[in-house]
T-cell receptor
Framework: GAVVSQHPSWVICKSGTSVKIECRSL??????MFWYRQFPKQSLMLMAT?????????EQGVEKDKFLINHASLTLSTLTVTSAHPEDSSFYIC?????????????FGPGTRLTVL | GNSVTQMEGPVTLSEEAFLTINCTYT??????LFWYVQYPGEGLQLLLK?????DKGSNKGFEATYRKETTSFHLEKGSVQVSDSAVYFC?????????????FGTGTKLQVIP
């Protein structure tokens, strides 16, 4: 099956700093990538959807200036948490889909655990 | 809006027991329905899916039938193994705000003991 990787798998940072998380589709070209946030014992909440080469579409309530998403190529998307604060601590998961190959299926990365001190 | 409700866990079963994890949904139109599984330390993996009413998705001994009349997509397995211990997410894909979006349930943790 298709593989999606994330880096780093966990990160600890100080309040006020910025953190970048990478998401890569390893064996297919992802026309669409998704970023989710998962709180303990809660569901995955979609933060934004991005298509290669265009601006991301953010869900209601998600600050686009705080969570910067770049989908520079068909295999790479990045999420940058700017000026992180402890309330941003969470598990961030990316997902990728190919409209050409897997039209109805999203493949998920293993997630990144962010802890802001 | 669209929503998915699944039974709260954790669910603890002995090996070879029968498993049912309930899932119901609310959606406009005709959603596709999915079950995803998340093993410890790994990302979500698609377990099975169904795209229209009365379809049955199946994989690795797991089954779920798309029931439009009861808006349900319950996950079943006849005989669970210790290796099935994981968190299971029910999800739907439907139009929301003009484009296709996946909505997840809260997940049900399954623990199978020898």
């Amino acid at each position: 099956g298709a593989v999606v990787s994330q880096h780093p798998s966990w990160v600890i940072c100080k309040s006020g700093t910025s953190v970048k998380i990478e998401c890569r589709s390893l064996d297919f070209q992802a026309t669409t990538m998704f970023w989710y946030r998962q709180f303990p014992k809660q569901s995955l909440m979609l933060m934004a959807t991005s298509n290669e080469g265009s601006k991301a579409t953010y869900e209601q309530g998600v600050e686009k200036d705080k969570f910067l998403i770049n989908h520079a190529s068909l295999t790479l998307s990045t999420l940058t948490v700017t000026s992180a604060h402890p309330e941003d601590s969470s598990f961030y998961i990316c997902s990728a889909r190919s409209e050409v190959v897997f039209t109805d299926t999203q493949y998920f990365g293993p997630g990144t655990r962010l802890t802001v001190l | 809006g669209n929503s998915v409700t699944q039974m709260e866990g954790p669910v603890t079963l002995s090996e070879e027991a029968f498993l049912t994890i309930n899932c119901t949904y609310t959606a406009t139109g005709y959603p596709s329905l999915f079950w995803y599984v998340q093993y410890p330390g790994e990302g979500l993996q698609l377990l099975l899916k169904a795209t229209k009413a009365d379809d049955k998705g199946s994989n690795k001994g797991f089954e779920a039938t798309y029931r439009k009349e009861t808006t349900s997509f319950h996950l079943e397995k006849g005989s669970v193994q210790v290796s099935d211990s994981a968190v299971y997410f029910c999800a739907l894909r439907a139009n929301s705000g003009g484009y296709q979006k996946v909505t997840f349930g809260t997940g049900t943790k399954l623990q199978v003991i020898p």
